[in-house]
């Protein structure tokens, strides 16, 4: 089963950018869709982005226009730039890796965005 590890994360000024990435290991990693999650304090896990192991990509409507997934499968990893961060992206950025009913989370990294 694939295991996935999630770094990039960090403390951020309002209008900045980060790049998260998410190398995997463990299984053939472009069998697999990938997809960034976020987890703010007191919230719901959400979908932030996905790209299947096809290429197909889709965005939370409300992210879409600042964030931007990609995977490149010769590295076995999954990338999430995201620009113009605000104070309300501050949340655990979490990978998944997904291959029929095999699912892998990574434990996440924090992304703290100050104002």
């Known amino acids: 089963q694939v295991q996935v590890v999630e770094s990039g994360g960090g403390l951020a000024q309002a209008g900045g950018s980060l790049r998260l990435s998410c190398p995997a290991s463990?299984?053939?990693?472009?069998?697999?869709?990938m997809g960034w999650y976020r987890q703010a304090p007191g919230k719901q896990r959400e979908l932030v982005a996905s790209i299947t192991s096809g290429g197909t990509i889709v965005y939370v409507d409300s992210l879409k226009a600042r964030f931007t997934i990609s995977r490149d499968n010769a590295k076995n990893t999954v990338y999430l730039q995201m620009n113009s961060l605000k104070p309300e992206d501050t949340a655990v950025y979490l990978c998944?890796?997904?291959?029929?009913?095999?699912?892998?989370w990574g434990q996440g990294t924090q992304v703290t965005v100050s104002s």
């Open positions: 998944k890796s997904t291959r029929g009913f095999l699912v892998s």
């Open positions: 463990g299984g053939i990693f472009s069998l697999h869709d």
